[in-house]
């Protein structure tokens, strides 16, 4: 003979609800609406809670919905100095925007000038070994000419002299 206790029928209870939700698939869904609907109430009752806090804190700094004169003059002031400050950052940023492009087309003058005198002077140095290369061929033409013009004996002797320095 069996003895149920409350805690007994309250684990059968939550086994039944367990093996339920087993069998049905729609059961975990209709559990997350669940609780969707309950977070959306809280939420919503959050919201009205800082709605009603907001409403009652501005009533007691205002003193009602109607602004003193000297309110009106104190806020129309910061708003005109609000006014002067962006005017001022403007110009500012106006300026500076200037400044950016200038910067960057004396950047681009700079890259041009320097790739040309880079090309410039890579045409010198060759045009200089040209030259450089002319003048010894000249002097080597004129010496051949030269001993051309001597006489077959200092042609020998020219002759031995090759033959050492090769």
């Keep these: 003979m069996r003895h149920f206790t409350k805690d007994t029928k309250a684990s059968n209870n939550a086994t039944n609800a367990a093996s339920d939700k087993k069998e049905t698939p729609e ?9 969707t609907v309950k977070k959306e109430e809280k939420d919503t009752k959050k919201k009205a809670a800082a709605e009603d806090s907001s409403s009652s804190s501005s009533e007691e700094e205002g003193n009602g919905s109607t602004l003193s004169r000297e309110d009106v003059k104190q806020i129309k002031k910061l708003i005109s100095e609000q006014e002067v400050e962006i005017e001022k950052l403007k110009e500012q ?10 910067q960057l087309a004396e950047n681009d003058n700079t890259i041009k000038r320097y790739k040309k005198e880079i090309d410039s002077t890579r045409e010198f140095a060759i045009s200089k070994f040209a030259k450089d290369l002319l003048d010894v061929r000249d002097n080597l033409e004129r010496g051949s000419e030269h001993i051309k013009g001597l006489k077959y004996e200092e042609q020998s002797d020219i002759a031995e002299l090759k033959k050492y320095i090769e």
Excluded at 93 to 102: A, D, F, R
């Design 93 to 102: 940023t106006k300026q500076l925007k200037e400044k950016l492009v200038y």
């Design 27 to 35: 059961a975990p869904v209709k559990e997350e609406k669940k609780e």
